[in-house]
Nanobody, 122 residues
């Protein structure tokens, strides 16, 4: 199993970025896959989780309405479209295989990619 994130970078507040997570070693269409983020000194937090079984998608409150998770099964890649970015969205974003919404939180119980840095600054 391998997850490789890309698409991070520097963007101005209010801008947009699309992150990609290329998966290998398994088929995206059979798992729940999601995005987390982490800033130094803080816990990794769930951003979004998409479940291929029931086709449900879940978002953290801060991501609702601004971020969209999607996948291209032919490319075995999951995306995170991020709009209206804020400085507080600055973090390393990670792709994870295996996630779920438990209560108000998105949790991971699987493998991680290496992460991609997103910096929102003017």
């Amino acid at each position: 199993v391998q997850l490789v994130e890309s698409g991070g970078g520097l963007v101005q507040p209010g801008g947009s970025l699309t992150l990609a997570c290329a998966a290998s070693g398994f088929s995206l269409g059979t798992y729940a896959i999601g995005w987390f983020r982490q800033v130094p000194g803080k816990e990794r937090e769930g951003v979004s989780c998409a479940n291929a079984h029931d086709r449900s998608t879940h978002y953290a409150e801060f991501a609702e309405g601004r971020f969209t998770i999607s996948s291209d099964n032919a490319k075995n890649t999951v995306y995170l479209q991020m709009n209206s970015l804020k400085p507080e969205d600055t973090a390393v974003y990670y792709c994870t295989l295996g996630c779920a919404l438990i209560g108000p939180r998105i949790i991971s119980f699987g493998s991680w990619g290496q992460g991609t840095q997103v910096t929102v600054s003017s």
